[in-house]
Nanobody
Framework: QVHVVESGGGLVQAGGSLRLSCAAS??????MGWFHQAPGQAREFVAS????????SYGDSVKCRFTISRDRGKNTMYLQMNSLKPEDTAVYYC????????????????WGQGTQVTVSS
């Protein structure tokens, strides 16, 4: 019944921008985050936000370039990606957690299917 769906990926030139969206439904969530995974690489933390009080956290590689935000009216989370680099190329996953569920991988119970971001030189 819980659904987490990402959108907004695509192809962009280095230095450009993209905005990813994540719509979470079917539950009340305490924390949401973004991870990415490049081909042949492990999944890495990108950013997270607390749903109620808007605490945020960022991975070292995206500090000062990416911004995570939320719209409680739309029940949607966003990742604004600026100054994109070729090394940002990866599948980006949205994750969500609620305290009524046991934690899953990386501490999140629910995951989206991923959206591809490709940054050209």
């Amino acid at each position: 019944q819980v659904h987490v769906v990402e959108s907004g990926g695509g192809l962009v030139q280095a230095g450009g921008s993209l905005r990813l969206s994540c719509a979470a439904s079917g539950g009340t969530f305490s924390n949401m985050g973004w991870f990415h995974q490049a081909p042949g690489q492990a999944r890495e933390f990108v950013a997270s936000i607390n749903w109620s009080v808007c605490r945020t956290s960022y991975g070292d590689s995206v500090k000062c370039r990416f911004t995570i935000s939320r719209d409680r009216g739309k029940n949607t989370m966003y990742l604004q990606m600026n100054s994109l680099k070729p090394e940002d190329t990866a599948v980006y996953y949205c994750a969500a957690h609620s305290p009524v569920y046991a934690r899953g991988p990386y501490g999140y119970a629910f995951w989206g299917q991923g959206t591809q971001v490709t940054v050209s030189s």
